[in-house]
């Protein structure tokens, strides 16, 4: 298992490595609200992507929660970053805060949240299949399942990915292979300029094989990677945070293959092609990014992300203030919700009429 461990530390050490999160707290009593899915306009369902690369051992079945009213036309299509699932978009403890779908939902917005392979309800692969261009694939081949009804039976004119930390980089990817994919990108908790000295922090503290420890994650491929318990905390802003959230975000924390952690580069040049509206969004506390030189600083590294971006129409960048990695979890959330609504209405004014 260290052996593992330590191969899986080094590949990530080579390329670069993007947020990863949580586990459960003994005795915590967690009050969590219903979820946005007991409404009737938010429905699970699933896709089977095809041909997606090295996936041989299950379908490539991927399940996701899409919350649409009937003449939504604007999806913003969620992925979430590493040990992550679809529940960081819809946080289950006070949603009229955190939860980003309920949100854009009263923006008249429709989501769908997506449990990447190998995460939430979807199937989970040998651990040795995956990379990031296995989920970008899925992610390439749900944008057009969108378009023409297959997710849920509604179908949508435009598509907006929206990704965080890994999620962002499977975006890129996905973008990457296909200019014209989407009809815009909203960014978040990514540099592909990462602080060193939190980059080795994340990589050697927080990762290690999920199934050391046992419960729902027992038996589990060990080549499937969590972080370690107790140690959610990093990944936020501490002196603003809600001690509650950390431990629910320890309780619902999800799993990372180490070839994904491997992988991570390969998107790193793969938006300079992309052709439509970007927004991208950066806490200024972020520990992988930002622990050394804030992220408002005109000496970040972060601010030469624009360059990436050549061809794209537009570009709008934000800095949530008091804000660690997991944006959407944090008191100034709401900065984050407002922007991407405000950008959303601005781009796509024809498709929000509300």
């Known amino acids: 298992m260290q052996e593992l461990r330590a191969v899986a530390i080094r590949l990530a050490l080579v390329f670069c490595a993007i947020g990863l999160a949580g586990v459960a707290v003994p005795g915590v009593v967690l009050a969590l609200a219903p979820a946005v899915a007991a409404e009737p306009d938010c429905r699970r369902t699933e896709f089977t992507a095809t041909r997606v690369p090295l996936v041989v051992s299950t379908p490539a079945r991927v399940s996701g929660e899409l919350c649409a009213a009937p003449r939504d036309r604007v999806v913003h299509l969620l992925v979430p970053g590493a040990t992550y699932n ?3 978009w819809d946080f289950p403890y006070q949603p009229e805060r ?14 769908f ?4 392979l190998g995460t939430g309800e979807s199937n989970r692969p040998a651990s040795v299949e995956m990379s ?93 990677l969590t972080t370690v318990p107790g140690q959610r905390g990093d990944f936020y802003h501490r002196p603003a945070i809600d001690p509650q959230v950390v431990a629910v975000d320890e309780a619902t924390k999800d799993v990372q293959s180490a070839t994904d952690l491997g992988t991570i580069a390969l998107p790193l040049l793969s ?17 992988v990014f930002c622990q050394l030189i804030p992220c408002s600083s005109p000496l970040s590294p972060w601010n030469a992300e624009r360059l990436l971006f050549p061809q794209v129409p537009s570009y709008d960048s934000l800095i949530v203030p008091s804000t660690g990695h997991n944006i959407n979890l944090h008191p100034n959330a709401h900065l984050f919700f407002e922007k991407a609504i405000e950008w959303t209405r601005t781009h796509f004014p024809e498709q929000l009429t509300g």
Do not use: C, W
């Not at 955190?98 to 989501?111: D, E």
């Not at 938006?271 to 520990?287: A, C, E, I, Q, S």
């Open 132 to 224: 990031l261009l296995s989920h970008a694939e899925v992610v390439r081949q749900l944008v057009p399942a969108l378009r023409t009804g297959l997710i849920g039976g509604q179908s949508f004119e435009k598509v907006v990915i929206v990704g965080h930390s890994f999620g962002t980089l499977v975006t890129y990817a996905a973008v990457g292979s296909e200019p014209d994919l989407v009809d815009g990108v909203i960014a978040t908790g990514v540099s592909r300029g990462p602080d060193l000295p939190g980059l080795f922090e994340i990589l050697v503290t927080f990762t290690h094989p999920a199934r050391l420890e046992g419960g729902r994650f027992a038996g589990m491929d060990p080549g499937y």
């Open 113 to 116: 949240r997506l449990d990447r």
């Open 98 to 111: 955190y939860s980003y779908v309920r949100a854009m939902r009263a923006a008249g917005i429709a989501t």
């Open 86 to 88: 679809s529940s960081y």
């Open 271 to 287: 938006t300079l092609n992309f052709r439509k509206p970007v927004l991208n969004v950066m806490g200024d506390d972020d520990l």
